[in-house]
């Protein structure tokens, strides 16, 4: 059985390019270059950064292994939204690594002119707009989902608690009457 797709599941779909499309026009519209003045240091900072969230991924996936029998996980399986979730996480990942790869090569070429190195840098520029709100819907999903875990867990540990207090209840009331009749 499908679940059927909703306006909030296109518009969560949509605005990353939707906005990258945006970024990318008025960057060509205010005639962005590689030639910028700190490029270099612009392109070493994207390269860490894409590291970071390669290994903030990497860690929250194997975080998501651990969690994959919780009530909020068998809830995404049972809403049958795992696909889109799968295909967020997927496509997040992917993203990152091409950013990676396309800012290494544009710090090689960086020192040359010509028409390849403008088209890499066009590139460039979409692919780090799509990244920057493709990672920030992934890791807002992710964040949501271990926090929504963080508390049913705990919501599961009072509830408990609560089932302990009356056991203790009922202990000790059966100890008062216990006492009362000798």
């Known amino acids: ?34 030639k910028v003045k700190g490029m270099n240091n612009v392109l070493s900072s994207i390269i860490t950064f894409t590291s970071i ?4 991924y990497t860690s929250m996936y194997g975080i998501l292994i651990t969690i994959k ?3 909020i996980m068998k809830e995404i399986r049972q809403n ?3 696909g889109i979730f799968k295909y967020q996480l997927y496509e997040s ?21 010509g ?11 979409f692919c780090v707009s ?21 508390a049913q867990e705990q919501i599961s540990k009072n509830e408990k608690s609560e089932e302990q207090k009356r056991q203790q209840l009922h202990h000790i009331n059966k100890l008062n009457r216990q006492e009362k009749n000798n």
């Not at 679940?3 to 519209?29: H, M, Q, S, V």
């Open 53 to 56: 969230v390669i290994a903030f």
């Open 69 to 71: 029998d919780s009530r």
């Open 93 to 113: 990942l992917i993203i990152s690594f091409i950013v990676l790869i396309l800012s290494i090569f544009l710090q090689i070429s960086i020192n040359y002119s």
């Open 115 to 125: 028409k390849l190195e403008e088209i890499l840098f066009e590139c460039w520029v």
């Open 1 to 34: 059985m499908h679940r059927k797709i909703t306006i909030g599941d296109i518009i969560n779909f949509l605005y990353p390019t939707i906005f990258t499309i945006i970024i990318f026009l008025l960057a060509n519209k205010l005639n962005c270059s590689y």
């Open 130 to 150: 799509y990244f920057a709100f493709s990672t920030y819907r992934i890791i807002n999903l992710l964040l949501k989902i271990i926090f929504a875990t963080d």
């Open 80 to 82: 049958h939204v795992n």
